[in-house]
């Protein structure tokens, strides 16, 4: 009985190694080949790879000699006599940084230009994150975000997006534009100077003049700040161009009611970039369709205009929300719908008579 289990044995053994031994050698082939790929020969390990394979090395008593394609023999035996020590593994090279940090690092980094790259990981740690300057830089330089550096003999200059930003309430803007108006002497230019406050939208025009001196920007200054004092709005800052006509008491005007003239780079029509939208939607929505006679027909279209912007308009900018720019606007929700036409139908809007 005992011999006859044993032939069976050797049977077994005989018809099942050739084909576990070639499996094995197959799949050590495709973990050959594989490695073969790897540009590195060094492959880092986990803590939890390494004592799993300290696990199935211990069930062939650790005789690994030839069977190892990840480690060497003398790193596994390492690894073994560290285990056998008591001393856990550590996680080799620098932590990963987790999409979650980057997006933060990404974050704080475009909403904080001014923050260096200490700071802003003096931030992470506050949040839980951690990560260190180095890694903020890196992140920040693949994201093309450049903060100013946290050591500099000059202060860095704040971003002109965020100066507007923080003092949008106290500042005005103001540029000049032109109109043609024909004449019974011919075609003649018209000068009109807009202001407009930038926290509100609204805006204050000029009457159109054909000699913008001195003396009479100066006095469009006075007109303005009297606007404003009515308004409710106290100016600390005006932007303007650098274009002659705003003469040096235009802006001793402004110095008299303690604001700052801010004259901007030439050539850089966006840094006064409200004003500039304000003529562009100006002309689109009136002045393109009218051909002027007269200073006093432009000069009528440009109040009645400004009185529909200021009053009627609904502006559709990300801080007004598509409401008109008045404060106390209560919209009548019952009553019929009333249109209003202005200057030929040009300037339209809509109005519920109350009940």
Not at 60 to 88: F, I, N, S
Not at 153 to 181: G, N, Q, Y
Not at 193 to 199: R, S
Not at 259 to 281: C, K, L, M, W, Y
Request: with cysteine; aromatic share 10%; net charge positive.
């Amino acid at each position: 009985m005992n011999s006859t289990i044993s032939l069976l044995l050797v049977f077994l053994n005989q018809f099942f190694m050739p084909r576990h031994n070639a499996q094995l050698r197959l799949l050590k082939a495709q973990i050959t080949i594989l490695r073969a790929r790897i540009p590195t020969q060094r492959i880092i390990l986990s803590p939890a790879e390494k004592a799993e394979l300290l696990r199935l090395g211990e069930e062939c008593g650790h005789d690994v000699d030839g069977l190892l394609e990840v480690a060497k023999p003398a790193t596994y035996k390492r690894w073994l006599a560290q285990m056998r020590g008591g001393r856990p593994f550590q996680a080799v090279g620098r932590p990963r940084l987790t999409q979650e940090l980057r997006d933060v690092v990404i974050r704080i980094g475009s909403e904080n230009l001014l923050w260096g790259y200490k700071r802003i990981a003096g931030e992470l740690k506050k949040l839980g994150l951690y990560a260190g300057a180095n890694s903020v830089k890196r992140i920040l330089n693949e994201a093309g975000i450049h903060p100013s550096p946290e050591r500099r003999r000059k202060k860095p200059a704040l971003p002109w997006t965020t100066f507007i930003r923080a003092h949008m309430e106290t500042m005005v803007a103001c540029d000049l534009f032109s109109k043609t108006v024909f004449t019974l002497r011919g075609p003649r230019t018209a000068y009109v100077l807009i202001f407009i406050h930038l926290g509100s939208r609204r805006a204050f025009c000029s009457a159109p003049t054909y000699a913008p001196d001195s003396a009479w920007v100066t006095q469009q200054a006075r007109n303005t700040l009297m606007w404003c004092e009515k308004q409710g709005i106290t100016p600390e800052f005006l932007i303007r161009d650098a274009d002659t006509k705003f003469s040096a008491s235009f802006d001793a005007v402004w110095a008299s009611e303690a604001a700052r003239v801010i004259q901007i780079p030439h050539r850089a029509p966006d840094a006064n970039a409200f004003a500039e939208s304000f003529i562009g939607t100006l002309k689109r929505e009136c002045l393109d369709f009218f051909i002027c006679f007269s200073r006093s027909q432009l000069d009528y279209i440009l109040r009645t205009w400004v009185r529909h912007y200021n009053v009627e308009r609904p502006h559709r900018g990300r801080d007004i929300g598509n409401n008109v720019l008045q404060v106390d606007f209560r919209p009548v929700r019952d009553g019929p719908i009333r249109r209003n036409r202005q200057l030929g139908g040009i300037v339209t809007s809509y109005t519920r008579e109350a009940a």
